[in-house]
């Protein structure tokens, strides 16, 4: 730690250091006033036998202490605490400063030097090779996006990438095209967003990929931006600059029920299922989307939309945020197999959510504990309903 100790005891803070931290926060930690309600909302309390201490992460923040250590790599952004905190404090902001300290004094996990050298040499985190990106839609006939479309449908690194995930991807097309949306995509010219360099405190790298997607959106014409996963639009909605003055960046679950609310998307056939929905963290508590993902399954004749004990503000995070992606989370120590357990309680047939880390992480945790619940993507339950007999089951993993 940046202190000493002298001989009476006392402790005293290295000035050089304090300064340091309190810029890197810009004070967001000053308000704090060390209820402790953020480490008891924190759900790393619910798998590990010690918890993580937020309390600790946000005074060492207002003193100017360093060494937090493991704990500031095991936090997953997901807002619960800033949910919670009765003083406001934006404590996932405040934990990314802390990780763009550790980044600057080369402290960070060695895990997380791959993800960032991913999204330099491939432009994504997956370190998958830039002319690949756009395979997934290869059959599709997809059109580039021109400054006349409606939309410019930004499809991200996971959905690209991720032959799971490149399901959801297809059947965001599918029900673009049924609606009759004219769309676009940047082909293999589309970059990361960079939210997963922001998420683990890399600010400096961010800001360089946010200033140069900035003025791509810009010079293509881009003013309706919908994305495939919650992470994408968060970063688009709250770090990226309104250079054009019409940049408008939308989680597809919000274009989706705006479709459905104008008729230009209706569902005509019945689809009987019992489904429960998990509310993604960044679409959620991060992003206030609540009710549109639940208006689509509600729109579709035959979905029994029932809910879990923790949905809404208070859901349980899947464990996949804040990096977490990119690194080992020990078994036994994985939110996702308790959300597996509180899903199954609902006796649903199937668990649906909106966010491809989410899926990712859900999935696992089903398989692992031999539950036998599919987890679909909402646009996925939603293209089952426009077509009865596809050839293949949308949420069968590839």
Not at 55 to 68: M, N, P
Not at 76 to 98: A, K, M, N, Y
Not at 329 to 350: C, H, P, Q, S, V
Request: hydrophobic share 35%; proline share 5%; with cysteine.
């Amino acid at each position: 730690m940046n202190i000493e100790e002298t001989a009476d005891d006392v402790l005293r803070l290295d000035d050089a250091a304090w300064e340091q931290v309190v810029q890197a926060t810009g004070g967001a930690a000053a308000p704090c006033y060390q209820c402790g309600v953020c480490t008891a909302s924190c759900p790393w309390g619910l798998v590990k036998q010690e918890p993580v201490s937020v309390r600790k992460l946000v005074r060492s923040a207002q003193l100017g202490i360093d060494g937090w250590g493991e704990a500031l790599w095991l936090c997953t952004t997901c807002g619960l605490c800033e949910e919670r905190c009765p003083r406001g404090v934006p404590i996932t902001d405040v934990i990314r400063s802390l990780r763009g300290i550790s980044w600057r004094q080369r402290q960070e996990p060695a895990d997380l030097r791959n993800l960032l050298w991913g999204v330099y040499w491939d432009g994504n985190p997956w370190g998958r090779p830039p002319s690949q990106r756009n395979q997934w839609g290869d059959e599709l006939d997809l059109p580039r996006f021109s400054a006349g479309d409606e939309v410019l449908y930004y499809v991200g690194c996971t959905a690209s990438y991720d032959r799971r995930m490149q399901k959801i991807a297809r059947s965001l097309v599918a029900l673009f095209r049924e609606a009759g949306v004219r769309f676009g995509t940047l082909g293999d010219d589309e970059p990361c967003c960079g939210e997963s360099v922001a998420s683990v405190g890399n600010r400096e790298y961010a800001q360089e990929i946010i200033d140069r997607n900035a003025k791509l959106f810009e010079d293509v014409g881009a003013a309706t931006v919908v994305t495939t996963s919650p992470h994408c639009f968060e970063m688009f909605a709250r770090r990226y600059p309104n250079l054009s003055g019409r940049f408008r960046p939308l989680h597809y679950t919000q274009y989706v029920a705006q479709l459905i609310d104008q008729g230009r998307l209706s569902f005509e056939h019945e689809l009987q299922m019992r489904v429960t929905y998990h509310d993604p963290c960044y679409l959620g508590r991060h992003s206030g989307v609540y009710d549109e993902p639940r208006r689509i399954l509600e729109a579709i004749p035959g979905i029994e939309l029932v809910e879990m004990d923790h949905n809404r503000a208070e859901a349980l995070c899947c464990g996949g945020g804040g990096g977490r992606m990119w690194t080992e989370t020990a078994a036994g120590e994985r939110f996702a197999d308790l959300r597996a357990i509180e899903a199954a309680k609902t006796e649903a047939e199937a668990l649906v959510t909106a966010c491809s880390f989410c899926i990712s992480c859900l999935d696992d945790s089903l398989k692992t504990s031999g539950m036998e619940m599919p987890v679909f993507d909402v646009s996925e339950v939603a293209v089952m309903a426009l077509n009865a007999k596809l050839a293949e089951p949308v949420g069968a993993p590839a």
